[in-house]
């Protein structure tokens, strides 16, 4: 069985501080891909990154970097100098290469900086 | 490109009336997607179309829904009829197969519906 686990519900920040968002995993499929999804007060669902399950280099972009690991099944993201607007719900998403585009989502951590 | 649209933002009806979501996907994209987010289930996913063809529907609750793909640009999802239990964000989704490989799915802005 597929599955992704978001163990933060919540997390609260002081604006600049950095944070790390945890990510793990669960599949016994070779070929996937993980997802980041940032969902703000607003509501929408805004696409971060995508990932492949053989390319396990992290990525920065901007304050944003990712920390792929398939040795502990875990893809965790982190804002660095973290900002007010950066208040989300974040997803972390795993989509299996043989079952179509279906994502499997973790259930979300929401974070909150405060100024 | 607008992105994925959605229509009506926000829904409140009645329980037992019918209720149609609407949503247009990317102009180019083959993959359409149905997901719903509740607080107790999270994000799960409904139904999803390739080509306007329904390939999962696994994931529809019961025969009260049923959703349709006409043509590439449009998508509805009908719940008939309505109970309180359905209220709940539904968000379309749509991705493209690029070389073999599909894309990342954007999302709309999802419809909030309440049955009251």
């Known amino acids: 069985a597929q599955k992704v686990t978001q163990a933060q519900t919540e997390i609260s920040v002081v604006e600049k501080e950095d944070v790390t968002l945890d990510c793990v995993y669960e599949?016994?499929?070779?070929?996937?891909?993980l997802f980041w999804y940032k969902q703000p007060p607003s509501g929408e669902l805004v696409f971060l990154i995508r990932?492949?399950?053989?390319?396990?280099q992290n990525e920065i972009s901007g304050r944003y970097s990712w920390n792929f690991q398939k040795s502990t099944s875990s893809f965790n993201f982190t804002i660095t100098a973290s900002q007010v607007v950066d208040s989300a719900v974040y997803f972390c998403?795993?989509?299996?290469?043989?079952?179509?585009?279906?994502?499997?989502f973790g259930q979300g951590t929401e974070l909150s900086v405060k100024p | 490109d607008a992105g994925v649209i959605q229509s009506p933002r926000h829904e409140v009806t009645e329980m037992g009336q019918e209720v149609t979501l609407r949503c247009k996907p990317i102009s180019g994209h083959d993959y359409l997607f149905w997901y719903r987010q509740t607080m107790m289930r999270g994000l799960e996913l409904l139904i999803y179309f390739n080509n306007n063809v329904p390939i999962d529907d696994s994931g529809m609750p019961e025969d009260r829904f049923s959703a349709k793909m006409p043509n590439a640009s449009f998508s509805t999802l009908k719940i008939q009829p309505s109970e309180p239990r359905d209220s709940a964000v539904y968000f379309c989704?749509?991705?493209?197969?690029?070389?073999?490989?599909?894309?990342?799915?954007?999302f709309g802005q999802g419809t909030r519906l309440t049955v009251v």
């Open positions: 989704a749509s991705s493209w197969s690029m070389g073999g490989a599909r894309t990342e799915a954007f």
């Open positions: 998403a795993l989509r299996i290469n043989n079952q179509g585009g279906k994502l499997i």
């Open positions: 990932r492949n399950s053989f390319d396990e």
């Open positions: 599949t016994r499929d070779t070929t996937y891909y």
